[in-house]
């Protein structure tokens, strides 16, 4: 009885101790993360004053400029009877449509299945397709575009094409799939695949069957966040596309794009014509946060099975 009164005694004392310790640091404690929650509280409010600002400049002045001619028609220069003649741009959005329906059908199997062998496989190859597609996420994107040029454009010939922008935009669009693609498929439970191949499944099976499916949200996430990526370049298609003013969606023609009447008429002379580009700005600006918006959900749906 005594050594259990000794070792109580011990432990009362050592235990006052670490609370004694325990309060003499929380003071400072306490400071350094006020300081900490201030600094990130800061950084935050500077990165979003610039960008509501801009926001804001793009919705006061675009609005105004959303008319139905600005949807249906297509482009028209001014002159000095009617100065403020600018007609529309349907056909930088049958074009930009077009862009990215082809990218989409060149980029998204081929980053799928790469993030998917990248992320079933730890061999040489798959470590080399990983480096390589983290090295492209992060090249400039004039570099696609001057890549598309040499190959599509003068080595196979096609000219200022949709289907030569398509494939600048398609090589910008693989590297984010891959990534978002592994990193879907990482997130599925290793359990799942070990159910599937105690079933007598074959390992190629487990992943089409079991981990496509319950990585899906994910995996079309990455695709969504690429594709909002590629809809408002505009070096990647500034030298393939050949920016036609007639309404055209055809591969191999020239096409127009959103991004290219931006860089056009923000050069222009005409007051109308540099005001248009608030309303193709915020055309591209509201595209952008709905498919952000539905990538948020759709992850946050997937975490939620999870």
């Not at 002159?79 to 082809?102: D, F, K, Q, W």
């Not at 079933?199 to 079991?210: E, F, Y």
């Not at 591969?251 to 991004?259: I, M």
């Not at 915020?282 to 952000?292: G, M, P």
């Amino acid at each position: 009885m005594t050594d259990l009164f000794n070792t109580a005694q011990t432990n009362d004392a050592l235990r006052a101790e670490i609370q004694e310790i325990a309060h003499k640091g929380r003071a400072s404690r306490l400071v350094r993360s006020r300081i900490i929650i201030s600094l990130c509280v800061t950084a935050l409010v500077i990165a979003i004053i610039p960008l509501a600002a801009l926001s804001w400049e793009i919705i006061l002045k675009g609005v105004p400029v959303l008319k139905v001619a600005f949807f249906t028609q297509l482009p028209q220069v001014p002159n000095l009877a009617n100065p403020n003649l600018t007609g529309g741009v349907s056909n930088a959005i049958v074009g930009s449509i077009a862009l990215v329906a082809y990218a989409s059908i060149m980029s998204v199997p081929v980053g799928v299945l790469t993030g998917i062998y990248t992320a079933e496989n730890e061999n040489r190859s798959a470590s080399l397709l990983r480096l390589m597609a983290q090295t492209m996420a992060g090249a400039p994107s004039i570099l696609m575009g001057l890549f598309a040029f040499a190959l599509v454009c003068q080595q196979f010939g096609f000219g200022y094409s949709a289907i030569a922008g398509s494939f600048a935009l398609a090589v910008l669009m693989v590297p984010v799939i891959i990534v978002a693609t592994e990193i879907a498929v990482r997130n599925v439970p290793q359990t799942l695949r070990e159910a599937g191949l105690a079933l007598g499944a074959r390992p190629h099976k487990v992943s089409l069957s079991i981990v496509l499916p319950t990585a899906l949200s994910g995996i079309v996430t990455g695709c969504i966040l690429a594709i909002s990526r590629a809809v408002g370049e505009a070096a990647p298609v500034l030298f393939t596309i050949g920016g036609a003013s007639l309404l055209n969606w055809k591969p191999t023609d020239p096409v127009s794009a959103l991004p290219i009447s931006i860089f056009i008429d923000a050069k222009s002379q005409w007051p109308s014509l540099r005001a248009i580009v608030f309303g193709i700005a915020l055309v591209l600006l509201v595209f952008v946060f709905i498919a952000s918006f539905t990538a948020r959900f759709l992850v946050g749906r997937q975490q939620r099975k999870s």
